[in-house]
């Protein structure tokens, strides 16, 4: 059990002052048995007074045919 994969990679993200890219694998609960994770999460700090964080989630061994990095990709900020 725990997290597999774990890697951290600071980014230029457009419109953002920072961001952090973290990408790891862990099994979670579900009500047919564990599921095998994959996890993305950008967390991007857009001022000195916010950050903006999204997670895409799919099954491991779904996770590239899912598309969820492509709806990550769409993210956009301001500061407005």
Known sequence: DGVDG???LSLEWPGADDAVLVDWVEDTDSATGPIRQRFVQLAAQVGANRVTTV?????????????????????????S
């Open 6 to 8: 774990f890697e951290r």
């Open 55 to 79: 997670i895409a989630v799919a099954p491991e061994a779904d996770f590239e045919a899912a598309g969820v990095l492509d709806v990550l990709r769409t993210l956009r900020l301001d500061e």
